[in-house]
């Protein structure tokens, strides 16, 4: 166990490497390798599960050694993970063969296609287990060459300004919070004499008193690292890049994206923003969540109108990841559970719906709303697994959807009433344009004689839609499994926004009574004795 979240990284990069040298022409050759490497990924990060120990908040299977040095500067290759990132690994190693599999259209540059695949999953599971800032930022931009290029050869028709838009608006981002990571790593240089990247050491000497950011300091740095974090959401108004790059994307590049790929915002936001920058995420967080909310409202409604089913799912997505960003900002423990919870919930009712438009598309090469209809009387089987997934997607009782907007609502309204009831509108609205987008993709007669001729699902994309429907219910009646293990962890990274709101509750609290009027006395006459 030793080396578990090294093996669990770099698998999927080892079978990249051995694609190399297959011949080209061996284009099952390729799916098999790119498959089994990340089905090898996935089985290590379920042992990874079954040892890790949920009753700690500390990192567990730290791997730490130098790596290299730059003048005096050592970056150290460091490794860890916590109940947080536990599940985003497992969901990460669990989408991607699902992706790969569901690749089985693509018959254009196959081997590089699996290499990038590949490669983005190692830069994606970097990310959620560097604890090191460097390695950090490394596997964060790492992570950008597959996916530029997933969009942009294997892409649709405007897939080039899709690919380039995705590249810029995640750049700029990045950019900010290298210049955020190495200002943060001077002034802990100068007022501990330590030079450090380490997280861990950079959040202690916080929480100790030996690093002391002054507030212009932290509110910058904040944005610095936030900005990064809200483009990666996408959280409105930095979402402009997200319909394309999804509409323009193959089914498996918009399954990553979906699934894992966005999560790697919300995680930044919850793993660094609020632990290194407590006082800075209390004051800005009216701001955020604000957003949050409008977010959630004007995707849901730009869903709704939208005649394209894919693009309708994107839309979503700006909507649900909205919910996420309120829950983290609500800072309790309620609203943190819904967040991490909801992470994973939307990685996979989203995943699959790309999976499903992506089916669909392979039979029709349109996906247009206005083009289907009755789609149920040919593809039963088909419109059963869509439906499921709607409701998942739209939080029905019962499945994983509604566990993690009933967290984060709960955490909304503990924090601010108003928040709450606005992000509650929300999931109405999600229901209406879910169900109406079903209704008219698939109930009523068939209205164009080429659905007449569509076949129903094979094994395959039988195989790929099976394992999601089974994780669906089973976080849905089974939340405490993935709950659980959360706990503590969260506890740990909320402990200093919490820490700073009590704060500023007790000098609210002595500033009322200092301004409350000060009572007159009366004077009474003392009796005198006779």
């Known amino acids: 166990m030793d080396v578990i979240l090294s093996l669990i990284i770099f698998l999927p990069l080892i079978g990249a490497i051995m694609l190399l040298f297959v011949p080209r022409e061996s284009i099952n050759t390729h799916r098999g390798v790119a498959l089994v490497s990340s089905l090898m990924a996935l089985v290590a990060s379920l042992v990874l599960w079954g040892h890790f120990n949920p009753a700690t908040d500390a990192f567990q299977f730290q791997e730490f050694t130098e790596w290299f040095q730059i003048g005096t500067v050592k970056i150290h290759y460091f490794l860890g993970v916590d109940g947080i990132s536990l599940f985003l690994v497992i969901l990460t190693t669990f989408i991607t063969p699902l992706a790969i599999l569901g690749s089985w259209a693509i018959r254009k540059h196959v081997r590089e296609y699996m290499i990038f695949m590949l490669v983005l999953e190692t830069g994606i599971l970097g990310v959620f287990l560097s604890l090191d800032l460097v390695l950090f930022y490394l596997f964060w931009e790492i992570m950008l060459i597959p996916m530029?290029?997933?969009?942009?050869?294997?892409?649709?028709?405007?897939?080039?300004?899709?690919?380039?838009?995705?590249?810029?608006?995640?750049?700029?981002?990045?950019?900010?919070?290298?210049?955020?990571?190495?200002?943060?790593?001077?002034?802990?240089?100068?007022?501990?004499?330590?030079?450090?990247?380490?997280?861990?050491?950079?959040?202690?000497?916080?929480?100790?008193?030996?690093?002391?950011?002054?507030?212009?300091?932290?509110?910058?740095?904040?944005?610095?690292?936030?900005?990064?974090?809200?483009?990666?959401?996408?959280?409105?108004?930095f979402h402009t890049w997200l319909p394309d790059a999804h509409v323009e994307a193959p089914t498996a590049g918009s399954v990553i994206l979906a699934g894992v790929l966005l999560k790697m915002g919300t995680?930044?936001?919850?793993?660094?923003?609020?632990?290194?920058?407590?006082?800075?995420?209390?004051?800005?967080?009216?701001?955020?969540?604000?957003?949050?909310?409008?977010?959630?409202?004007?995707?849901?409604?730009?869903?709704?109108?939208?005649?394209?089913?894919?693009?309708?799912?994107?839309?979503?997505?700006?909507?649900?990841?909205?919910?996420?960003?309120?829950?983290?900002?609500?800072f309790n423990l309620i609203g943190a559970q819904g967040a991490t919870y909801q992470m994973l919930n939307h990685g996979l009712s989203t995943g699959a719906l790309f999976l499903l438009v992506g089916m669909i598309y392979d039979r029709r090469h349109t996906r247009l709303i206005a083009d289907f209809g009755g789609l149920a009387h040919r593809?039963?089987?088909?419109?059963?697994?869509?439906?499921?997934?709607?409701?998942?997607?739209?939080?029905?009782?019962?499945?994983?959807?509604?566990?993690?907007?009933?967290?984060?609502?709960?955490?909304?309204?503990?924090?601010?009433?108003?928040?709450?009831?606005?992000?509650?509108?929300?999931?109405?609205?999600?229901?209406?344009?879910?169900?109406?987008?079903?209704?008219?993709?698939?109930?009523?007669?068939?209205?164009?004689?080429?659905?007449?001729?569509?076949?129903?699902?094979?094994?395959?994309?039988?195989?790929?839609?099976?394992?999601?429907?089974?994780?669906?219910?089973?976080?849905?009646?089974?939340?405490?499994?993935?709950?659980?293990?959360?706990?503590?962890?969260?506890?740990?990274?909320?402990?200093?926004?919490?820490?700073?709101?009590?704060?500023?509750?007790?000098?609210?609290?002595?500033?009322?009574?200092?301004?409350?009027?000060?009572?007159?006395?009366?004077?009474?006459?003392?009796?005198?004795?006779?």
């Open 148 to 237: 530029y290029f997933l969009i942009g050869v294997w892409g649709s028709k405007n897939r080039v300004y899709a690919a380039v838009k995705f590249f810029i608006y995640t750049m700029a981002g990045s950019l900010l919070m290298l210049v955020g990571i190495l200002t943060l790593f001077y002034l802990h240089a100068e007022q501990t004499g330590i030079q450090t990247f380490s997280f861990l050491q950079l959040r202690d000497a916080l929480a100790a008193g030996e690093l002391v950011l002054p507030h212009q300091a932290e509110l910058l740095l904040f944005l610095a690292f936030g900005l990064a974090f809200a483009i990666k959401v996408p959280l409105f108004p």
């Open 267 to 330: 995680y930044g936001l919850l793993r660094f923003c609020l632990p290194l920058f407590p006082n800075a995420s209390v004051e800005l967080a009216p701001w955020v969540c604000t957003l949050a909310i409008v977010g959630i409202i004007y995707g849901a409604l730009v869903a709704m109108v939208q005649p394209d089913v894919k693009k309708l799912v994107a839309y979503s997505s700006v909507s649900h990841l909205g919910y996420v960003v309120l829950g983290i900002f609500a």
């Open 379 to 530: 593809m039963p089987v088909f419109a059963t697994f869509f439906m499921i997934i709607t409701l998942s997607s739209i939080g029905l009782p019962g499945l994983n959807g509604f566990v993690g907007e009933i967290l984060i609502l709960q955490g909304a309204f503990l924090d601010n009433i108003l928040y709450g009831v606005l992000a509650a509108s929300g999931m109405i609205l999600s229901a209406v344009y879910m169900l109406w987008m079903y209704q008219r993709v698939f109930l009523g007669k068939i209205r164009h004689a080429e659905n007449e001729a569509l076949t129903d699902l094979d094994l395959r994309e039988k195989l790929i839609l099976t394992p999601i429907v089974i994780m669906v219910v089973w976080m849905g009646i089974y939340s405490s499994t993935f709950l659980r293990p959360m706990d503590r962890s969260l506890d740990r990274a909320l402990a200093g926004v919490q820490a700073v709101r009590a704060e500023d509750t007790v000098l609210e609290i002595r500033e009322a009574r200092l301004e409350q009027p000060i009572p007159a006395h009366r004077t009474e006459a003392v009796p005198q004795n006779d």
